[in-house]
């Protein structure tokens, strides 16, 4: 299965249209199974952002699933920093399901579960809701001879070469850790600090490992501009970054990874 790891869009005045182009035509080149937006679709939570983002996604030509980052929520309504799930209403109505969402493919025996990891003000440590903890764990279970992925927007390991101010990772990070290395859960998809990195965590209680793929944000000018493919076959993992450069992304960098 192969599958396309974006986070950050950021939609809005913000973003790069030379980019935008750019990823979609290198998107539409790796003849994708699935694409996975980890959060932060939008800047600043505007229906017209994400009018944007949903044309783009759609324009892909594949399957895509999405989870909410701390920006869906608007600046323009504070109230929503107090109750995000106000905010949220609006990332359903483009996007579907913003928490427990859970993606099956029987032809490539895999299944994905995303979780919203937005939080109360301030909104950037991120948590995820005790039911969906509960959700997250049950489902897993029940899924033991698939290869698990789980996504979502906080990150749940640090980043490398993220400032400490915007490095807060998920606040429950070990619990969720705990459900990934005992129900074998291989890989972790994550966004929100606009860094990229790829990284193996091996736990050798379970004798088990997580590859964990931090994505950066592909159409802003500060930041790492790269988004990842990654594909899955059996139980090995092969995680191509894809930079923009030179008015196109590429990429000629890969990470393999085996089960332990």
Request: glycine residues 4%; contains cysteine.
């Amino acid at each position: 299965m192969k599958i396309a790891h974006l986070s950050d869009l950021h939609f809005g005045k913000m973003i790069s249209a030379e980019k935008l182009n750019a990823l979609k035509e290198d998107i539409l080149l790796h003849k994708l199974d699935l694409v996975i937006v980890t959060g932060d679709i939008t800047n600043r939570g505007k229906i017209a952002e994400f009018q944007q983002a949903r044309e783009f996604l759609d324009s892909l030509c594949c399957k895509y699933l999405t989870i909410p980052g701390n920006r869906e929520i608007s600046l323009f309504a504070p109230w929503e920093l107090i109750i995000p799930s106000l905010a949220m209403q609006r990332h359903r109505s483009y996007f579907g399901k913003s928490d427990q969402v859970l993606y099956k493919s029987e032809e490539h025996n895999t299944v994905m579960f995303g979780l919203n990891s937005v939080s109360q003000l301030p909104s950037w440590p991120g948590s995820i809701h005790r039911q969906s903890r509960y959700w997250f764990r049950e489902e897993v279970n029940n899924h033991k001879s698939y290869f698990k992925v789980l996504f979502l927007h906080h990150p749940i390991m640090p980043v490398l070469r993220a400032s400490s101010f915007w490095a807060h990772q998920l606040s429950d990070a070990s619990a969720i850790l705990t459900i990934c290395a005992q129900f074998g859960v291989r890989l972790i998809l994550q966004g929100h600090k606009h860094r990229a990195s790829v990284v193996e965590l091996r736990i050798p209680e379970t004798k088990s490992s997580l590859v964990i793929s931090s994505c950066g944000a592909p159409l802003l000018d500060r930041w790492d501009s790269v988004y990842h493919v990654i594909d899955i076959d059996n139980d090995t993992i092969q995680i191509n970054p894809r930079e923009f450069s030179a008015g196109s992304f590429a990429g000629d960098t890969s990470y393999f990874f085996h089960s332990w």
